[in-house]
């Protein structure tokens, strides 16, 4: 069943902004994971975050967790027109031995202009 | 040096065929995944296949089978196929059940 919902479903712009992308989810999790998927091509992944971390950060990327809201926040500072791309949100459930796969929301396409 | 590839790229096939895509990863991981991207971009994991422990998800029809050769390669078979069968299949490979996973180019099937 479906998990996860990305808000929002479209985002366009300018190149040097910021962008930010919430994923809300449905059940407990173990940790949360954003991957990046550019036009045509498989999944890149970019972060984890464990359930019991509240932000993390990589490079250009800050995520965010929130456990009592079932909520999790992508922001990519300075954004440039290659981070073009669909992001989408993945949960490993908390229960479990792991190996059911993750479960990804909708997914925000991300539009950067020049 | 390709991390996780599949074959092939493209597959245009007639309803009712039977069809496979292959799935390799030269990563050494334990755990191999099947995954579906439907037309609206939603991924949904079909297969999950573990040190010879297969799990499959509900929803799944069994027209659909994945096949196990050795670590390195988890094969997907689909029987009588469908017009809904029509996505985009992602095979993915994770070192550890709960890590980050690494994911192949996709199969674009057709099912005319």
């Known amino acids: 069943s479906q998990q996860g919902e990305e808000d929002p479903q479209a985002l366009s712009i300018q190149e040097g902004e910021n962008a930010t992308m919430n994923c809300s989810y449905k059940?407990?999790?173990?940790?949360l994971q954003w991957y990046r998927q550019n036009s045509g091509r498989g999944l890149v992944h970019l972060i984890l975050?464990?359930?019991?971390?509240r932000e993390k950060h990589s490079g250009r990327l800050r995520v965010t967790l929130d456990t009592s809201k079932k909520s999790s926040s992508l922001l990519i500072t300075a954004s440039r027109a290659a981070d073009t791309a669909s992001y989408f949100c993945?949960?490993?459930?908390?229960?479990?031995?792991?190996?059911?796969?993750?479960?990804f929301g909708k997914g925000t396409h991300l539009i950067i202009q020049p | 040096d390709t991390a996780v590839s599949q074959t092939p790229k493209y597959l245009v096939t007639q309803m009712g065929n039977d069809k496979s895509i292959k799935c390799e990863q030269n990563?050494?991981?334990?755990?191999m995944y099947w995954y579906k991207q439907d037309s609206k971009k939603f991924l949904k994991i079909m297969f999950s296949y573990n040190n010879k422990e297969l799990i499959i998800n509900e929803t799944v029809p069994n027209r659909f089978s994945p096949k196990s050769p050795d670590k390195a390669h988890l094969n997907l078979h689909i029987n009588s196929l469908e017009l809904g069968d029509s996505a985009v299949y992602f095979c993915?490979?994770?070192?550890?059940?709960?890590?980050?996973?690494?994911f192949g180019p996709g199969t674009r099937l057709t099912v005319l």
């Open positions: 990563l050494g991981h334990d755990t």
């Open positions: 993945a949960t490993v459930p908390f229960m479990g031995g792991g190996a059911d796969g993750l479960t």
């Open positions: 059940t407990s999790i173990n940790n």
């Open positions: 975050i464990r359930s019991n971390e």
């Open positions: 993915a490979s994770s070192p550890t059940k709960r890590g980050p996973q690494f």
